[in-house]
């Protein structure tokens, strides 16, 4: 039979509070491989209104803002029931677009999507903001299995290599680590690489710090934003699941990405 606890059984375990959380999508309308890019075509919407839709599917955020530097972006993300920030034009990337709102915002979370990330993971955000309940860290990220059938030589497919406790020790464009042969004491190890997923979650103070703090050589050298964050001594915890998404960079992504959609509508 059940009993309740005497008032001799000792105080009651705090509660946790729950986290606040916000997304961020940052859409940029110009992008040097892929032309307007949030606004293009895939499955009978804008793209920016996939990823929304996506990101709504989590439960994790009580808003999700779109800031971007367009007003056709924005009338897009408010068509598909979202709010949206102008933010300008020469913000040097997204983490900084995302930081130009978040000062707004009272959220101990912000989370930044990427806003051509139309497969992102609900659960996978889910996760990510989870992960802050651990009051030490302070930035994370998502990653997934390199698929057998992706070229870890392609630019377009960002790699991450972990350190032991999942911990972010580089990002790059290139294959990373170099393996020098079959018999690597990497091979299937935390020490290979996996699949970046864009997607970023910062306390607050976090990402107004790194907004604060500029570009860094090795940004600007990969085209990474998060390498700011390494670059200044921040640590990246890497949460690795089933959360593979395709980011579209290119025309050629936007074509794989039309195809896995299989043509249905967004809504």
């Not at 961020?24 to 804008?46: C, F, N, V």
């Not at 955000?125 to 860290?137: A, K």
């Not at 990402?207 to 998060?226: D, F, K, T, V």
Request: proline share 9%; net charge negative; aromatic share 4%.
């Amino acid at each position: 039979m059940h009993r309740s606890a005497s008032p001799s059984a000792g105080p009651e375990a705090p509660k946790l509070q729950p986290l606040t959380a916000a997304a961020i999508i940052p859409a940029r309308l110009q992008s040097t491989r892929l032309p307007e890019k949030p606004l293009q075509d895939l499955g009978g919407a804008p793209l920016i209104a996939c990823v929304l839709e996506r990101v709504r599917k989590a439960s994790c955020f009580h808003i999700v803002i779109v800031a971007t530097d367009s007003k056709q972006v924005a009338d897009a993300a408010r068509e598909a029931g979202a709010q949206a920030v102008m933010t300008s034009p020469d913000l040097p990337s997204g983490l900084d677009r995302v930081a130009a709102v978040a000062r707004d915002l009272e959220d101990e979370i912000i989370v930044n999507i990427q806003g051509d990330e139309p497969f992102v993971n609900p659960e996978g955000l889910d996760h990510l903001v989870s992960l802050f309940r651990n009051p030490d860290l302070v930035m994370g990220t998502l990653a997934a299995p390199f698929p057998p059938d992706e070229d870890p030589s392609d630019p377009n497919r960002v790699k991450v290599v972990m350190d032991r406790m999942g911990r972010a020790l580089y990002f790059s464009r290139a294959a990373i680590p170099y393996q020098t042969g079959a018999g690597s004491d990497l091979a299937g190890g935390w020490a290979t690489s996996a699949l970046h997923v864009g997607v970023y979650g910062y306390r607050r103070e976090t990402l107004l710090e790194l907004a604060r703090l500029g570009p860094c050589p090795l940004e600007r050298a990969e085209r990474l934003e998060q390498l700011r964050a390494l670059w200044n001594g921040i640590p990246i915890h890497v949460a690795v699941g089933e959360y593979g998404s395709l980011g579209i960079d290119t025309p050629e992504d936007l074509e794989r990405a039309r195809r896995q959609f299989g043509g249905r509508e967004t809504t």
